[in-house]
């Protein structure tokens, strides 16, 4: 069974930063591609990275291009999201998600249908 299991999250001020963490297992890691997603309370799921199984391609909302940076290591089984200069904007729990299937390419990245499997997810808050 394919699990994945977020960790991280917490209440940072404006201009913060915060480093999330995605552990994955039940799986080979580096068959899948990965990606970052949130969502706020009453509102869908918004995409905010994506990441190759091998971590050459990486793409990123407009939102957070610049201020957030996604990576992996396969030898881990983990995937991170390094965020910066973080905003109240930014507040959201924060979800990993991850596809094998052929039909999970770049460019379908932004779309939750593209993703079978998640994690819980983990809250982040950010104050003015």
């Known amino acids: 069974q394919i699990f994945l299991a977020e960790s991280g999250g917490g209440s940072v001020q404006t201009g913060g930063s915060l480093r999330l963490s995605c552990i994955g297992s039940g799986y080979r890691f580096s068959d899948n591609v990965m990606a970052w997603f949130r969502q706020v309370p009453g509102k869908g799921r918004e995409a905010v990275a994506y990441i190759s199984r091998t971590g050459k391609v990486v793409d990123y909302a407009d939102s957070v291009r610049g201020r957030f940076t996604v990576s992996r290591d396969n030898t881990v089984m983990t995937m991170y999201l390094q965020m910066n200069s973080l905003n109240p904007e930014d507040t959201a729990i924060y979800y990993c998600?991850?596809?094998?299937?052929?039909?999970?390419?770049?460019?379908?990245?932004?779309?939750?249908?593209?993703?079978?499997?998640w994690g819980q997810g983990t809250l982040v808050t950010v104050s003015p």
């Open positions: 998600a991850t596809d094998s299937r052929p039909r999970a390419t770049h460019a379908r990245w932004y779309l939750a249908e593209t993703y079978e499997t």
